[in-house]
């Protein structure tokens, strides 16, 4: 398998993205090889400061970088040999399985949709997290690639979130539910009614509306929203976390009884940190382009960028492409039965 | 002022409304009293378990009761003796100054709408909460009476909003924002793209859209948002908060140094749930319909149902009504100029 990475990408690359494809080479299999995507002369001299004597790491010199600021489809068409589109080129000539980078986000997304397009059948590819909770990862999609959505997509995001939780995360018949301000069948604003009835004919194990109440708890695998509503979602469930850790720690440090007590806690506090740190499962996928595209935490660290590798490579093995194809194409002519009711 | 409180509304009827009653009886000024809506014999029992002698305290009796499993419109229009109508009945005749319910949200919201009416001019009342921050309470709206909402609401969101964290908060010259993915101006939904020219053009002190980071912060006093993305939110952010608080207290409990640390640091803890406590401001404000109306959380005790009465009493003190309807007069015209150009 040959994974190509960005790195050019992070808030302080390329140093956290090229030791994260060292990392991650160190963890590859025989025959896998990590082609590090950007300035020849920065990834070298970065390669140098790590033992990286018979490991599988070659590098594919782009002379420009996206940047974060950058306007993304812009950046894109007037940079065509930015890190991003280089990468992306790989992916699309079969030179690469799959792209990773922890740059511009609207960028790999303008990246992707300009280099691979879209699987065939394929409204909108949707941007999709792994959401950590304590009973483990919740597929939650859109969370930013398209603000305004269509009943149809989120339909379609249903599709492509269940062949990831099945191809990535092994789950069996992985359950699907549309993230609502009510359980019952009828709530939600317009999009979710009409997206509830999509979902509910199609073959996914949808378990209908759930409550961000039942959201926490897991009971749903794939969740489906907006891109604005999930955007907005993860978003306000990272500030609250730490708006939260930071009252405790503020009120801890308010008294020498409480601030001895929170050092014996201490141990407590950083295992639920470690519980729901989002850099553990890798970065945000790209479901529903014609290719495997890993979208890093702009503040990935080395292990972060290891483990959105391993994330690509996981996706790549579970063949998830051909599952979302092969979903889609099942599912075509259910649509089809539709039509000729 | 006279004061209507559902005595048949919370989980637990007429237990907490009751006693709640009792409490802000005791905090009530000359010339104030407080009628209890509901059914007389069961509020004269309950009534009886209090020392109550001197206080301004009456029943005006209602035979039906709307419980939270109902349909709010359905309800509101086959029971006409139930507390919520005939409590609103005393807004609407001038009999009562508010009218304050911890009942079902949606036939408070029904009954409203159906006996009281909107104010001139607005188009969707807005739920409006306090939501609680370390900074103190943000007003954020609508949180569930609009699923689907015109920009034009956001807009008169904003102005309401503004309108009770001037009269009721008492901020002077509120800053306005909009809840958003993103900050920049052409960030957002379509709605908040259009609700952002709206605002950005109105008298009022808008700062623009903000990302939950910066709401958390409470940079902005009134935060606007469509009423699916703002119930979702508020039930997110409490469940979120749960969840954090209930992982920790596991962490805490898994060994005898950290359950240690956990009892020496639980006033810090305590003080922090204080911080937070959704009570303590009271309950959810209707705003744009003709009268004052609040909203108490279905699992409110006592001290919940005092406060949410003393939320009326500032609210009818500070002439939040004629406030809103002055502020609508004063947008109208410059509508009627924009139109104009």
Same mark, same amino acid.
């Given at each position: 398998m040959k994974l190509a990475v960005d790195a050019m990408g992070s808030d302080c690359y390329p140093v956290p993205d090229v030791a994260g494809a060292v990392l991650a080479a160190r963890e590859a299999g025989r025959g896998d090889s990590i082609m590090l995507v950007g300035d020849e002369g920065r990834i070298r001299a970065e390669l140098e400061k790590h033992e990286t004597a018979d490991l599988p790491l070659s590098i594919v010199h782009a002379s420009e970088v996206i940047e974060m600021i950058d306007r993304p489809?812009? !950046?894109?068409?007037?940079?065509?040999?930015?890190?991003?589109?280089?990468?992306?080129n790989l992916v699309k000539s079969g030179a690469a399985d799959a792209f990773v980078s922890a740059g511009n986000t609207g960028g790999v997304l303008a990246g992707a949709l300009f280099r691979l397009g879209r699987v065939r059948g394929i409204k909108r590819p949707g941007l999709t997290t792994l959401f950590p909770l304590p009973t483990g990862p919740v597929v939650l999609l859109d969370v930013g690639a398209n603000a305004d959505c269509k009943a149809e997509y989120l339909h379609q995001f249903g599709l492509m979130g269940s062949a990831y939780a099945e191809r990535v995360l092994g789950k069996t018949s992985p359950t699907v539910a549309i993230l609502s301000n009510g359980e019952e069948p009828g709530k939600g604003n317009a999009l979710v009614k009409e997206a509830y009835g999509l979902l509910h004919a199609s073959p996914l194990n949808f378990i209908g509306n759930i409550e961000p109440k039942e959201f926490v708890t897991g009971v749903a695998d794939v969740v489906v929203t907006d891109g604005f509503t999930g955007n907005v979602a993860v978003k306000l469930a990272e500030s609250i976390s730490k708006m939260l850790i930071n009252m405790i720690g503020d009120q801890i440090r308010a008294s020498p009884i409480t601030m001895l007590g929170g050092l014996l806690a201490k141990p407590a506090f950083r295992r639920v940190k470690e519980q729901l740190d989002p850099f553990k499962v890798g970065g945000v996928v790209l479901l529903g382009v014609r290719g495997v595209v890993i979208v890093a935490h702009g503040r990935s660290n080395d292990v972060a960028m290891k483990n959105a590798i391993r994330q690509?490579?996981?996706?790549?093995?579970?063949?998830?492409?051909?599952?979302?194809?092969?979903?889609?194409? !099942?599912?075509?002519?259910?649509?089809?039965g539709n039509t000729q009711e």
């Open positions: 489809a812009q !950046a894109i068409k007037s940079r065509p040999d930015s890190s991003i589109v280089v990468g992306m690509a490579r996981v996706a790549v093995e579970g063949e998830l492409l051909v599952t979302i194809e092969q979903g889609l194409a !099942a599912y075509e002519p259910a649509r089809g």
